[in-house]
């Protein structure tokens, strides 16, 4: 059954949309009530990107989780991984992140970590959906028992020194010139920051946040501005993050763009290399490319797949006790390390290698070859396009028509009215044919199907 607020990664709507004032403040006081076990004085810690309508939720969270006793500490913008950090090191109850990633600043989202550091199950976030929708005035605080909120100062040298704390001491950074496009969002200053200090000589785009410009032509969804940068400068590398840096895309130095699947090949490796793999294998997204599982198995290493989402990867990870994973889009866990994405420490061990090895990024983030990929969206107005007979037949035809050497993944997205149908294989023209007969097929659907 379908959710009403939240989706594959917390909450995220239009600002002043779906996520108003009012639901902010629910939210708080439902996630308050929610994580009020035993008889310890409870704190939660909000952090946000620099998105405008970010003052207006962080506010009206402090009133709902103030309003039934919570003490909130506010650590101001910085990247959603220094949030699933600090509620873990700061002994709080739950953390808050305000953000919609890489969407435009019009969007905010609210994403909400465990004492943990992990993001909430699906059960949990469930159960806080049923308090939102029912009264909770009966169990607000009485007046003595209010909580009190405070800003931390120190929060973004934490974060820098927990990031760093990822590498080998003795490594430094020392001769390598890196550009690193912040997207204008919360990794604005810790980013730069931190690889300035391990000895590099930074180049910086993204970093003058104005509340309107998070994610405008800038970040890893917007690599263009960053591989123009890296040509002209003659960077070894440019790195690339999202609106709140839980993800990183790559540009080597002929300035060509590295995607997540590359990342993991390389982290994979070096990490089999040095003995720290948990398992002999990553965990991935069915999006993630052919070409990946294939080199994998070169080294002896599995992929094993999940839905798309960065939270189910790492459910998966938790279950089965893999200590990487990620998805092609660049969010990339190492749960020896973190909780969540992190793009800052992504990228830094990435820096590792490149450092330890010795050679252009170019060689050493080209782990293999891509299979040839096509991803098209269908736009659908209602229905159950997908339980259509046509459609089946046409998905059957299609997959029967890649075989072994290819493979089909269909899926409505989790937040648009989309079918999105992937293909990849070792034939391109074998790819089109299938994506494109079963887009066909969904066109003709009665449910008012259309190109997308």
């Known amino acids: 059954m379908g959710r009403k607020y939240f989706g594959t990664d917390g909450i995220r709507g239009r600002a002043n949309g779906l996520i108003t004032p009012e639901l902010a403040m629910k939210v708080g006081q439902a996630t308050g009530l929610a994580f009020q076990r035993g008889d310890h ?20 969270m402090v009133a709902g989780f103030t309003s039934v006793g919570m003490d909130v500490m506010l650590l101001g913008p910085v990247p959603t991984p220094a949030v699933a950090m600090l509620t873990r090191s700061m002994r709080a109850d739950v953390g808050v992140m305000i953000s919609a990633s890489h969407n435009p600043f ?4 609210i994403k909400l970590f465990g004492p943990d550091g992990f993001k909430l199950s699906d059960s949990f976030e469930r159960d806080i959906e049923t308090m939102l929708d029912s009264d909770l005035s009966p169990q607000l605080s009485e007046s003595r028992a ?20 990822t590498l080998p001491r ?39 946040p104005d509340g309107f410009n998070i994610n405008h032509e800038v970040g890893s969804t917007a690599p263009a501005k960053l591989i123009e940068k890296v040509r002209e400068v003659r960077a070894d590398i440019g790195i690339a993050l999202d609106g709140d840096a839980d993800r990183v895309l ?7 763009l590295v995607d ?10 070096s990490w089999m290399q040095d003995g720290l793999l948990s398992k002999p294998g990553i965990v991935a997204t069915v999006m993630s490319n052919l070409g990946l599982e294939r080199h994998l198995e070169t080294l002896g290493l599995s992929l094993v797949r999940t839905a798309v989402g960065d939270r189910y990867v790492l459910e998966r990870m938790r279950e089965d006790g893999y200590n990487v994973g990620g998805e092609q889009s660049g969010h990339i866990i190492m749960s020896d390390h973190t909780t969540t994405g992190d793009g800052l420490v992504a990228a830094l061990q990435i820096l590792a290698v490149v450092k330890r090895q010795n050679r252009p990024v170019s060689e050493v983030c080209h782990r293999f070859e891509p299979y040839p990929q096509l991803l098209k969206n269908v736009r659908y107005s209602g229905g159950a396009p997908l339980s259509q007979e046509h459609v089946k037949a046409a998905i059957r035809a299609a997959e029967s028509d890649l075989g072994k050497s290819g493979r089909l993944v269909i899926r409505p997205s989790g937040t648009e009215p989309l079918i999105r149908v992937m293909g990849e294989g070792e034939d391109r023209v074998k790819v089109e044919a299938a994506v494109n007969g079963v887009c066909d097929a969904l066109r003709q659907s009665p449910d008012a199907f259309a190109a997308e």
Not at 41 to 60: C, F, N, P, Q, W
Not at 146 to 165: H, N, S
Not at 172 to 194: T, W
């Open 41 to 60: 004085r409870h704190r939660a810690v909000i952090g946000k990107d620099t998105r405008l309508s970010g003052y207006m939720i962080e506010y009206a």
């Open 106 to 109: 019009a969007d905010n989202g």
């Open 146 to 165: 209010l909580g009190r909120a405070r800003r931390v100062d120190d929060v973004r040298a934490r974060y820098i020194e927990f990031a760093k704390r």
């Open 170 to 208: 003795q490594l430094s950074l020392d001769g390598l010139r890196i550009v690193v496009d912040c997207a204008n969002g919360a990794g604005y200053k810790v980013a730069p920051e931190a690889l300035w200090e391990l000895g590099a000589e930074v180049f910086t785009i993204g970093v003058e």
């Open 250 to 256: 790559i540009v080597d130095e002929r300035g060509h």
């Open 260 to 269: 997540g699947d590359q990342l993991m090949a390389v982290i994979a490796e």
